[in-house]
């Protein structure tokens, strides 16, 4: 049966993605920074479970070692840091550990099983703000790491195996914790995207950016 390992999947995006998995018979492991809030949306959901800071690099070996092996990555979890790059540069270091680098590190960590088996399928969620073509309009580092994370979706795919593909979406402005109260999509609207790239979409499509369901520039 084919595995899903979602990060940020305790709310949100992330557990409408997981939800939208596991109703078309995906086995679903959402990776939380809170394992006692984990473990029970992991419970109401009826899948798995990990404990997975994305700002704890030492909890990436377990927690992939603990999911098994992963035939889909999504890497959604984020961060949302409004400072100013400048008068507070931690907030861009923070946002890129979790949104560029974590995300790197975890497909790093699956990539020996999707080679193994000759397939295997990466969803990075991003952001229209971390887009050129929109003018990067992301506040403090938030822009610059869905940028980056843009940047390695578009260029990884020379390096990956045969039949592993990676893309990045970005699922609009969505009614969450982060987007807010007036946020016009909801959390289902927003995983929409997420879950056509890791069951629906075409073999063999990879380094290019969606939103709903439609190729965007970068």
Request: glycine share 12%.
């Amino acid at each position: 049966m084919t595995r899903a390992l979602i990060t940020g999947g305790n709310r949100g995006i992330g557990y409408a993605t997981a939800e939208g998995l596991i109703a078309r018979g995906v086995e679903v492991v959402i990776g939380v920074r809170d394992a006692q809030a984990g473990a029970a949306v992991a419970a109401a959901l009826g899948c798995d479970w990990v404990h997975l800071d994305l700002e704890q690099p030492e909890t990436f070996v377990p927690a992939i070692t603990a999911a098994g092996e992963i035939d889909i990555l999504i890497n959604n979890a984020g961060i949302l840091i409004e400072d100013s790059m400048i008068t507070h540069p931690d907030g861009l270091r923070r946002s890129m550990q979790v949104m560029f680098h974590a995300p790197f590190e975890l497909i790093v960590l699956c990539l020996p099983h999707m080679t193994r088996a000759g397939a295997g399928r990466i969803i990075n969620v991003s952001s229209g703000w971390g887009a050129f073509d929109e003018g990067l309009e992301g506040p403090g580092g938030y822009g610059v790491a869905k940028a980056a994370l843009n940047a390695l979706s578009h260029a990884l795919p020379r390096d990956l195996p045969h039949g592993v593909t990676i893309n990045a979406m970005c699922p609009g402005w969505v009614h969450t914790r982060m987007g807010g109260r007036a946020a016009p999509r909801t959390p289902a609207e927003g995983a929409d995207t997420a879950i056509w790239l890791a069951l629906d979409v075409p073999a063999g499509t990879t380094g290019k950016f969606y939103r709903d369901r439609q190729e965007k520039a970068w």
